[in-house]
């Protein structure tokens, strides 16, 4: 598609609940981020794919945060048993290697915990 | 770890003053800049982005960013701000050895309001 596409755009959960985040990247873009928007600051990364594989996961705030991306397009970010502190907009990124074109980020997710 | 500085918070202007945001990193090594928009509501978009060159980038809406490596800053300036220009603006940094996995490092973002 033209770009980034994040579904559903607005998710309430109840506390202790799992939740799955989608993310369609642009076509062809192998890399694909995941970045946690908290009310009032700047996007902080999560995760990063290179096609299938999962190369960096170090912005994983815990064990309950799960990324996937099997076939190296689609990617899900799971979080399970969640928290209110999990409360933010969930952001997806995508570029070609090196990134030289810019990341296209996607409208992200805005998810509520109560 | 890299870090992103952008010291103001809110700024407030009225239309037709000149804008300067003000954007600082840690990084020792080769960096690509990056300025991004945010506006209500949407999405994060791209103004502009250093990888090499020019260090005077000029983006899109009239944006420009000097690249200052003495001062490790890539603040972002126009000459005349518009109402539109209302938005949230966010400073971001990668390492520049053309590694795809790098990611952005953002600062903590600046939300500019223009008064008509």
């Known amino acids: 598609g033209a770009g980034v596409s994040q579904s559903p755009r607005y998710k309430v959960a109840k506390r202790g609940q799992d939740v799955a985040l989608r993310c369609d990247p642009i076509?062809?873009?192998?890399?694909l981020f995941w970045y946690q928007q908290a009310l009032g600051q700047g996007p902080e990364f999560l995760t990063y794919?290179?096609?299938?594989?999962?190369?960096?996961k170090s912005g994983l705030p815990s064990d309950r945060f799960f990324a996937e991306r099997p076939e190296g397009s689609v990617s899900t970010l799971k979080i399970q048993r969640t928290q209110q502190e999990d409360s933010a907009v969930y952001l997806c990124?995508?570029?070609?290697?090196?990134?030289?074109?810019?990341?296209?980020f996607g409208s992200g997710t805005r998810l509520t915990v109560v | 770890a890299q870090s992103v500085s952008q010291h103001n918070h809110h700024v407030i202007l009225s239309e037709a003053a000149s804008l300067e945001l003000g954007c600082n990193y840690s990084y020792g090594g080769t960096v690509n800049l990056f300025w991004y928009v945010q506006y209500p509501g949407q999405h994060l978009q791209l103004l502009l982005k250093?990888?090499?060159?020019?260090?005077l980038v000029k983006g899109i809406k009239g944006f420009e960013a000097e690249f200052i490596k003495s001062k490790f800053s890539f603040n972002l300036r126009k000459p005349s701000v518009q109402w539109s220009d209302t938005a949230e603006y966010f400073c971001?940094?990668?390492?520049?050895?053309?590694?795809?996995?790098?990611?952005?490092?953002f600062g903590g973002g600046t939300r500019l309001m223009v008064k008509p």
């Open positions: 794919f290179q096609n299938e594989a999962q190369l960096d």
């Open positions: 250093y990888f090499s060159g020019d260090p």
């Open positions: 076509s062809g873009h192998v890399s």
């Open positions: 990124a995508s570029t070609t290697p090196g990134g030289r074109y810019g990341y296209t």
């Open positions: 971001a940094v990668k390492e520049g050895n053309n590694n795809a996995g790098n990611m952005l490092t």
